[in-house]
T-cell receptor, first 119, second 113 residues
Framework: AQTVTQSQPEMSVQEAETVTLSCTYD???????LFWYKQPPSRQMILVIR????KQQNATENRFSVNFQKAAKSFSLKISDSQLGDAAMYFC????????????????WGLGTSLAVNP | DGGITQSPKYLFRKEGQNVTLSCEQN?????MYWYRQDPGQGLRLIYY???????QKGDIAEGYSVSREKKESFPLTVTSAQKNPTAFYLC????????????FGPGTRLTVL
């Protein structure tokens, strides 16, 4: 069974600095998708960025980028020019790429990293 | 505006009572999901539905029930059989695609008194 591990329960960063959140996963599949979600104090889950395993190029969304290392099964999130509004819980999630039905569609979640941004 | 609504935001229930959490979406998504979130445990899947009138159990379905009579609606009932129902409940929806990118509602905080 696939698992997702976020080894940093808490992180902090100074405003305007860069921070990297770690995520590793365990799978025997070659086709899958990876996601980073943000949960601010309002508790609404917001998609930050996604990566398809078959793509070698790392995904980027404005100040957010990932370092996807398929062989190492690592999917870290880099936040550049950190802002106070980036303070939140960040969750890494995995989804199998095989099939369109059944349990293959469910997301497998890490336990999250709480990010504090210091002014 | 398109989105997912959950109501109520806070819900209190006495022990032994059933309670239903509402989830509505106007994104025209086929798939809908219910998650439970507890401190330190991340998100756990309760039930999901990929099409109207069909749904499947997730990892922690015991003590919960759902229905999917309309594409837009996926209510979750927390029954008295659920031993520890106090938690934060999140509803999500997605299109049926390879991405399975899920969009979330604002959540309902259920407290059993």
């Amino acid at each position: 069974a696939q698992t997702v591990t976020q080894s940093q329960p808490e992180m902090s960063v100074q405003e305007a600095e860069t921070v990297t959140l770690s995520c590793t996963y365990d799978t025997s599949e070659s086709d899958y998708y990876l996601f980073w979600y943000k949960q601010p104090p309002s508790r609404q889950m917001i998609l930050v960025i996604r990566q398809e395993a078959y793509k070698q190029q790392n995904a980027t969304e404005n100040r957010f980028s990932v370092n996807f290392q398929k062989a190492a099964k690592s999917f870290s999130l880099k936040i550049s020019d950190s802002q106070l509004g980036d303070a939140a819980m960040y969750f890494c999630a995995y989804r199998s790429g095989s099939g369109y039905a059944g349990n293959n569609r469910k997301l497998i979640w890490g336990l999250g990293t709480s990010l504090a941004v210091n002014p | 505006d398109g989105g997912i609504t959950q109501s109520p935001k806070y819900l209190f229930r006495k022990e032994g009572q059933n309670v239903t959490l509402s989830c509505e979406q106007n994104l025209n998504h086929d798939a809908m999901y219910w998650y439970r979130q507890d401190p330190g445990q991340g998100l756990r899947l309760i039930y999901y539905s990929q099409i109207v009138n069909d749904f499947q159990k997730g990892d922690i379905a015991e003590g919960y029930s759902v229905s999917r009579e309309k594409k837009e609606s996926f209510p979750l009932t927390v029954t008295s059989a659920q031993k520890n129902p106090t938690a934060f409940y999140l509803c999500a929806s997605s299109i049926v695609s390879s991405y399975n990118e899920q969009f979330f509602g604002p959540g309902t905080r259920l407290t059993v008194l």
